[in-house]
């Protein structure tokens, strides 16, 4: 049972290291913007913050250009993991990659929705029903090594 866990977080930990590659390549081919940033952020909402057992958790990701200039990204890849009372339920990696020709403006004072996922509540390992508690959604994109992260109650 470790071993299997072992296997599966090394293979998200590979998969993450192969999208902040894929980001560290892109931002050298096209050049994009300072990762310190302060004035751009990654929010992540939930359609509620409390779900009955089994319910489908719509998870929505967005990058928010508070600044006054535009960002140009060239990818909306992102990871994703979701941790609860039993420790890790989901991880999942998603690349989309543009290519230098068709990059992502974001305008000033704006924002641009990534992504949705739907989470059945299920956990990967054991394929069933999450335990009732609290869960955290983490997310990352990779591009401007940006997290966040939006907690939820299950039960």
């Known amino acids: 049972m470790k071993r299997k866990i072992l296997k599966r977080k090394s293979k998200l930990f590979i998969m993450v290291l192969i999208l902040l590659g894929v980001a560290?390549?892109?931002?050298?081919?096209?050049?994009?913007?300072n990762p310190g940033n302060p004035e751009i952020s990654l929010r992540v909402e939930t359609d509620k913050d409390v779900y009955l057992v089994g319910e489908n958790v719509t998870i929505t990701l967005y990058f928010v250009n508070n600044?006054?200039?535009?960002?140009?990204?060239?990818?909306?890849?992102y990871y994703l993991e979701i941790r609860g009372p039993s420790g890790f339920v989901l991880g999942m990696?998603?690349?989309?990659?543009?290519?230098?020709?068709?990059?992502?403006?974001?305008p000033p004072s704006s924002e641009r929705c990534i992504d949705s996922y739907v989470w059945g509540q299920i956990d990967t390992e054991t394929r069933s029903q999450v335990p009732t508690g609290a869960y955290t959604i983490y997310v990352g994109l990779g591009y401007y090594a940006?997290?966040?992260?939006?907690?939820?109650?299950?039960?």
């Not at 560290?24 to 913007?33: F, K, N, P, R, Y």
């Not at 600044?67 to 890849?77: A, K, N, V, W, Y």
């Not at 997290?147 to 109650?153: A, F, L, P, R, V």
């Open 146 to 155: 940006l997290e966040g992260s939006k907690t939820i109650q299950i039960g």
């Open 67 to 77: 600044g006054s200039t535009e960002i140009t990204l060239p990818s909306l890849s």
């Open 93 to 106: 990696a998603v690349e989309e990659m543009r290519y230098v020709g068709d990059p992502i403006i974001i």
């Open 24 to 33: 560290l390549v892109a931002s050298l081919v096209i050049g994009g913007e």
